[in-house]
């Protein structure tokens, strides 16, 4: 199967699928990659490609399919609602789950906004086996009713990898120490990752805020923690 797009049906409506999986029958180790304010766009399909030849499933939801494609992205992004965006994470794996072939164990990474949508999908998905955050914000506000993703944390089930940035803003420094505090009074498995001399979004290497000694450790280190996590949960000991 190549890398491609595909359609699901979320709520009654369309959502697009960038996604790859391996001809081989499985089961595949699976990540689902959340998308950052710039949507499913050259930065979220290379990681799709990269996790892809590594030997994962993978697949990158369209979370803005709801909105006009005219709207500005921070625009967008603040018209996001968890509820759906919980939806759209169930839908991507019910959609993975009807393809031909076995999906092995789950866990998602998210950049961006979409680091803040993997704390709350690891706060609101128990099948999720682990959970990769690059540099989300606005953890600790809800998008629509219901808890923020910080206020979530108790329900964490699976192991939180963190990477930030020491001169970002959002998230702060002070924002990761509340988090890594969370994680800790509750007795959540969790690894922060700070890099210093880079700030929000380094690993973007379309835009001017890319760092690559940072994007190349932290992917290292990503890829690392998925062996462990997933991987070696469907390969042969």
Excluded at 201 to 222: C, D, I, V
Aim: hydrophobic share 40%.
């Amino acid at each position: 199967m190549t890398v491609r797009w595909e359609t699901t049906q979320v709520q009654g409506r369309p959502m697009r699928i960038y996604l790859g999986v391996p001809n081989r029958p499985g089961p595949h180790p699976t990540v689902l990659i959340a998308q950052h304010a710039g949507g499913v766009d050259a930065q979220m399909q290379d990681g799709v490609h990269r996790l892809y030849r590594a030997g994962y499933a993978v697949a990158a939801p369209e979370l803005f399919h709801r909105q006009d494609p005219g709207i500005e992205p921070l625009k967008r992004t603040s018209l996001l609602r968890d509820d759906e965006i919980i939806a759209d994470l169930n839908a991507t794996i019910a959609h993975l789950k009807s393809l031909p072939v076995a999906i092995g164990p789950i866990g998602i990474i998210g950049f961006c906004m979409g680091g803040r949508v993997a704390y709350l999908a690891a706060g609101s998905i128990p099948e999720l086996k682990a959970a990769v955050v690059f540099y989300g914000g606005n953890t600790m506000k809800a998008l629509g009713d219901g808890p923020s993703p910080f206020e979530r944390t108790q329900n964490i089930q699976c192991p939180v990898l963190g990477f930030f940035g020491a001169d970002d803003t959002n998230p702060s420094p002070d924002d990761v120490k509340r988090l890594d505090a969370e994680l800790t009074r509750l007795g959540k498995w969790h690894e922060f990752h700070t890099y210093a001399g880079a700030g929000h979004a380094f690993q973007n290497f379309t835009g001017e805020r890319y760092r690559e000694r940072a994007a190349r450790a932290s992917w290292t280190e990503m890829l690392a923690f998925l062996t462990e996590r997933l991987k070696r949960e469907v390969e042969p000991s």
